[in-house]
């Protein structure tokens, strides 16, 4: 493949020297260079700098691309998302516009059982068709790298089947894909009365599989009041760690249950979700190395109250973004109104969004040396704007999208 040379770029943003994750004042700097060129070889970022600088013999040695006053950014890192599912959702969404209660809709069927239903009864080719459409939706809207939970299986077949197709992603996607075990996901009703039945099930009867056939990369549990306990979330967990897997954990979305100091005390990569912090959990999270991952799409989807992200961050915490796209909380996967939302509920400046979104959310997937910012070496997964007056547009203008183009491995969608 020849080198590709990109060349009257307005603004190169994300310019980082070191891959370290962003946090408290650091979140804010987001460096950048003004009327700049980048040279792609390789499917990687070979050098940058600015036009008044490029060697000559580049122009003579490269394909060049004139993008005519584009914005340039990393592309979006999304590690928090349920990709793989069977059917929408939509008659929720309806009776949740109703007035129906989350507890009301479970009962007719619906939630995380509904999803749960249709993964068990469909195929995994037909899965896998699916997912894969949603994901080169999602790469053309800037997503670059991506993490996938099981969770809508809730058996072993289904669960494995889920998994499968996730490694079957990670082999024929352009990019990054990671895979997280999240059987604790919530009981299925044959196991209601015998949650330790369950529990022993994914113990003893997917985990062993799952290491075997290398299906997973982390291992997640849904901890909150009726679904799992902080207790029950550590024995699953240090099963999960026995087989290699790295915790990443749903927690204090309704309730500040003790999750927060559990999974700094199990060595989480992330905590995700954090709705409901108290100043406690603020704390100590902000004083461990544990990523908080910040979900506001979900949010606003359930009408909840928004991640305190400006505590977070003020006290020092790490905090990434992502989509935590599923058909039930959070349907879109849009990386683009993640920053937007991010900026207009959670107050944050559209630097931190940024790099919440980009270098901190590739940090909270283990992929910081791989992608996430414009450095020599690095993936070319790279998002190309249409003209803007500023970065600060790209929130800005929530509406609109901006991309006009994308670059994987060093070439364009």
Not at 109 to 127: R, T, V
Not at 175 to 194: C, D, E
């Amino acid at each position: 493949m020849p080198q590709t040379l990109l060349i009257n770029i307005a603004l190169l943003a994300g310019t980082h020297s070191s891959n370290a994750v962003l946090r408290g004042a650091e979140l804010q700097q987001l460096p950048a260079i003004f009327d700049a060129w980048l040279l792609v070889k390789g499917g990687c970022i070979e050098d940058f700098g600015k036009m008044n600088q490029l060697p000559e013999a580049l122009k003579t040695q490269s394909v060049c691309v004139d993008v005519n006053g584009a914005t340039i950014l990393p592309c979006w890192c999304d590690s928090h998302t349920h990709l793989v599912f069977a059917g929408s959702r939509e008659t929720e969404f309806v009776d949740k516009i109703k007035g129906l209660s989350y507890a009301a809709i479970a009962a007719k069927g619906g939630g995380i059982l509904n999803s749960a239903q249709k993964i068990q009864a469909a195929k995994e080719e037909d899965l896998l068709e699916a997912a894969l459409q949603r994901l080169q939706e999602l790469m053309r809207l800037g997503t670059g790298a991506i993490e996938i939970k099981s969770g809508y299986g809730l058996t072993v077949d289904a669960e494995l089947k889920m998994l499968r197709v996730i490694k079957e992603l990670k082999r024929i996607a352009p990019i990054p894909v990671k895979a997280t075990f999240l059987g604790a996901h919530t009981y299925p009703l044959v196991y209601k009365q015998n949650p330790d039945g369950y529990i022993n099930s994914i113990i003893k009867e997917m985990l062993p599989v799952i290491a075997k056939e290398q299906l997973a990369d982390y291992i997640d549990v849904f901890c909150e009041e009726s679904f799992f306990s902080v207790a029950e979330m550590k024995r699953i967990v240090e099963a999960g760690k026995e087989y290699g897997l790295k915790p990443k954990l749903h927690i204090n979305q309704l309730n500040s249950l003790g999750g927060v100091q559990a999974a700094v005390e199990l060595g989480a990569l992330s905590a995700d979700h954090l709705e409901t912090m108290t100043d406690a959990d603020i704390q100590t999270l902000s004083a461990s190395d544990v990523i908080g991952t910040l979900l506001p799409t979900a949010a606003f989807f359930l009408r909840m109250l928004y991640q305190p992200a400006r505590a977070l961050i003020d006290a020092g915490a790490a905090i990434a973004l992502a989509s935590d796209f599923n058909p039930g909380s959070s349907p879109s996967g849009n990386m683009n109104f993640v920053v937007a939302l991010s900026c207009i509920q959670l107050k944050m400046l559209p630097e931190e969004a940024i790099n919440a979104a980009t270098l901190n959310g590739a940090a909270a997937m283990d992929l910081q040396d791989v992608t996430g910012t414009i450095s020599i070496g690095k993936k070319a997964n790279l998002i190309i704007t249409r003209p803007l007056p500023s970065l600060a547009y790209l929130p800005y203008c929530f509406s609109s999208n901006l991309v006009d183009r994308v670059m994987i491995n060093g070439a364009f969608l």
